[in-house]
């Protein structure tokens, strides 16, 4: 089964609007798939607004309150940004997905239908590429992770645990916390490394579950891009909020800030 290769693209001098250029090297074959009703950074905007509504509310109306805005930003990110890709692409295949270093937030890769509960994960097998602007020169990644090494608490948790460990190259990093995504600049590596992130604040109850199923199909032999998808399908019956702000993310040539310092 071929790959198809789809980057998300901002406005430039070429295009007036957001796009995805796809890519199928076996078939050898490119087309664009223009994206005008579409801004991330209004989703951007969006997500933070989850993260407001969690931090300014009581715990139990926090959690209702999330479960609602993350059914809406869903929909949102389906209807602008996934659905048109998924149209596009027709027979079910293996989808590669990169985006801007900015937009690495954006849970792209387990958006949902909610009309018909049909969600990205169940046709293909994305991994977010995300690529630091410094080092986007670097080589292509190699491989799949060699090792897991899985933090689980709140973000700050999760960073010093993280600003304590040096993972070794090609290594899998479980961040099974609150937004962890917004981690990823400081991941000190130097060459390709995988991580499962997390795009909003998360209940430890189900972040735990997940990462118990991730773990249980990593030491099933399945890479680590196939074990978040295999976990995220198991959930898939019950609220998004639940499993669909997790990414596999590819990350390329990090820096060594620690994170510690940039996390409340």
């Given at each position: 089964?071929?790959t198809?290769?789809?980057?998300?693209?901002?406005?430039?001098?070429?295009?007036?609007?957001?796009?995805?250029?796809?890519?199928?090297p076996?078939?050898?074959?490119?087309?664009?798939?223009?994206?005008?009703?579409?801004d991330?950074?209004?989703?951007?905007?969006?997500?933070?607004?989850?993260?407001?509504?969690?931090?300014?509310?009581t715990?139990?109306?926090?959690?209702h309150?999330?479960?609602?805005?993350?059914?809406?930003?869903l929909d949102r990110?389906?209807?602008?940004?996934?659905?048109?890709?998924?149209?596009?692409?027709g027979e079910p295949?293996?989808?590669?997905?990169?985006?801007?270093?900015?937009?690495?937030?954006?849970p792209?890769?387990?958006a949902r239908?909610?009309?018909?509960?049909?969600?990205?994960?169940?046709?293909?097998?994305?991994?977010?590429?995300?690529?630091p602007?410094?080092?986007?020169?670097?080589?292509?990644?190699?491989?799949?992770?060699?090792?897991?090494?899985?933090f689980?608490?709140?973000?700050?948790?999760?960073?010093?645990?993280?600003?304590?460990?040096?993972?070794?190259?090609?290594?899998?990093?479980?961040?099974l916390?609150?937004?962890?995504?917004?981690?990823?600049?400081?991941?000190?590596?130097?060459?390709?490394?995988?991580?499962?992130?997390?795009s909003?604040?998360?209940?430890?109850?189900h972040?735990g579950?997940?990462?118990?199923?991730?773990?249980?199909?990593?030491?099933?032999g399945?890479?680590?891009a196939?074990?978040?998808?295999?976990?995220?399908?198991?959930?898939?019956?019950?609220?998004?909020?639940?499993?669909?702000?997790?990414?596999?993310?590819?990350?390329?040539g990090?820096?060594?800030?620690?994170?510690?310092?940039d996390v409340?």
């Amino acid at each position: 089964m071929s790959t198809t290769v789809a980057a998300l693209l901002a406005p430039d001098a070429t295009a007036d609007c957001w796009r995805w250029e796809m890519s199928c090297p076996a078939a050898g074959s490119t087309c664009t798939v223009p994206l005008p009703a579409a801004d991330p950074r209004r989703l951007l905007a969006e997500l933070a607004e989850i993260d407001r509504t969690h931090r300014e509310s009581t715990v139990n109306v926090a959690v209702h309150a999330r479960y609602v805005v993350v059914e809406r930003f869903l929909d949102r990110v389906w209807r602008e940004l996934i659905e048109p890709l998924v149209l596009e692409l027709g027979e079910p295949g293996k989808l590669r997905i990169s985006a801007p270093a900015a937009l690495h937030r954006l849970p792209l890769t387990t958006a949902r239908c909610a009309p018909s509960g049909e969600s990205l994960i169940h046709l293909c097998e994305p991994v977010v590429d995300w690529s630091p602007a410094l080092m986007a020169s670097q080589g292509p990644i190699v491989g799949d992770a060699s090792e897991a090494v899985r933090f689980d608490g709140h973000l700050g948790e999760v960073a010093r645990a993280l600003s304590r460990h040096r993972p070794s190259p090609y290594s899998a990093l479980l961040l099974l916390g609150c937004r962890t995504a917004e981690l990823l600049p400081w991941l000190p590596e130097r060459s390709s490394s995988w991580a499962v992130v997390s795009s909003w604040d998360v209940d430890d109850e189900h972040c735990g579950t997940l990462g118990d199923l991730i773990e249980c199909g990593l030491g099933g032999g399945l890479p680590l891009a196939s074990a978040l998808r295999s976990a995220q399908a198991q959930l898939s019956g019950s609220h998004p909020y639940a499993w669909a702000g997790y990414a596999a993310v590819a990350v390329t040539g990090a820096g060594t800030i620690s994170p510690v310092r940039d996390v409340a």
